[in-house]
């Protein structure tokens, strides 16, 4: 995406927007990019969850030497985190291509949020500035 402006037409929407409205639609910009944030960990964190359901990653066990000590992994780690048995791999490949899509369409959607939450912000400064 180019430097600058994302649309013209914004940036006169923008302008035109009284001082007060221009700033609660900056707020509740920066709170779309967080929640953008938000969503992509959550995001990953699912790829990481795929990832592990379609490897053989097996339940911890405490190493040799250990047994009958109180130093134990805890048991049923897959099952807590909702991983599936490693004999089963229910649709998980799948997930994973969509998983990996949703990704870069948020990706897109936090560019073009972060160039208009910037011509906001700029414009903003740019107003208060002139009035101060």
């Known amino acids: 995406m ?3 402006l994302t649309d013209p037409l914004t940036a006169l929407s923008f302008s035109a927007m009284p001082v007060d409205q221009l700033t609660d639609y900056h707020r509740a910009l920066v709170a779309a990019q967080r ?3 938000h969503w992509r960990r959550l995001i990953l964190a699912r ?3 795929a990832v592990a359901s379609v ?8 190493p040799p030497g250990l047994h009958g000590t109180i130093c134990h992994p805890p048991a049923g780690l897959r099952r807590l985190i909702g991983i599936a048995p490693t004999d089963v791999h229910a649709g998980e490949g799948g997930m ?15 560019r073009m949020l972060e160039a208009v939450t910037g ?6 400064a740019y107003r208060i500035g002139a009035v101060a």
């Open 47 to 49: 790829i990481d969850l």
């Open 35 to 37: 929640d953008v944030d």
């Open 119 to 124: 011509e906001a912000a700029g414009i903003l």
């Open 2 to 4: 180019a430097l600058g």
């Open 55 to 62: 490897t053989d990653l097996d339940e911890l066990r405490p």
């Open 96 to 110: 994973l291509i969509r998983l990996r899509g949703a990704l870069d369409e948020l990706a897109r959607y936090e």
